[in-house]
């Protein structure tokens, strides 16, 4: 009895470690797409925009103090960047203000609980237009502000244009309306998974676009 006994404690301990190792590989491949897909972005944007000035907007939770997850994919995506742009360009990392119920009750301001950036309805409406003055170039770790007919750094031309990770392009609006912020200069470049690629990336550019929305339709949401 004994004997069984410690072969049973033997092997749920082995199936944990399995377990722990398994989670940590995957939990290590998502720090690395998500780094890889910022790279990929900010290269990009490297040579479009040569000597800007770029702020990043980031996740304000990581600001104050989040799990450690979060935290390792917040700063996997900004390894990615400094990657991507290199030591010529300096990044200004800043986070936007949050509406006051978004840390007390986050889940009572999600009016789209299925949106890829739950940030872009935390945030205040105005607090894009606080942080972009001066700027070149605006990139977004956590999508756009879900008002964004009220963020006039969006609505107004010229500067800054914006680069954006992995966004709800819904915020946007059709697909018509992503040509045209693309046309305009005003989103300058994004990226999206890959349709059907798990960990695979799409770079979205005015070069691009026509190519990737022929090859894929529905890539931009509907017309």
């Not at 104050?64 to 742009?85: D, H, Q, V, Y």
């Not at 031309?157 to 914006?162: H, I, V």
Request: glycine share 8%.
């Amino acid at each position: 009895m004994k004997r069984v006994g410690s072969f049973a404690i033997a092997f749920v301990l082995a199936a944990v470690a399995v377990w722990y190792f398994t989670r940590d590989k995957e939990h290590m491949a998502a720090f690395r797409s998500r780094e890889g897909a910022t790279q990929l972005l900010a290269e990009y944007l490297a040579r479009k925009f040569g000597g800007a000035r770029v702020l990043v907007i980031s996740n304000p939770f990581t600001e104050t103090g989040a799990s450690s997850g979060t935290m390792k994919m917040e700063n996997a995506g900004i390894e990615g960047l400094r990657k991507g742009f290199g030591d010529k360009t300096v990044l200004k990392i800043a986070y936007p203000e949050l509406k006051p119920a978004a840390r007390s009750d986050p889940r009572s301001l999600l009016a789209d609980p299925e949106t890829p950036t739950p940030l872009s309805y935390l945030v205040a409406d105005d607090a894009f237009d606080k942080l972009t003055p001066g700027y070149d170039l605006a990139i977004s770790l956590i999508g756009l502000p879900a008002a964004l007919d009220k963020a006039q750094c969006w609505q107004n031309p010229g500067k800054p244009a914006f680069g954006l990770l992995l966004p709800d392009l819904r915020i946007v609006g059709t697909g018509a309306d992503v040509r045209a912020a693309v046309k305009s200069g005003k989103l300058a470049a994004f990226v999206l998974a890959a349709p059907n690629a798990a960990n695979q990336f799409l770079l979205v550019t005015p070069e691009s676009i026509q190519q990737l929305t022929q090859q894929y339709p529905k890539l931009l949401g509907p017309d």
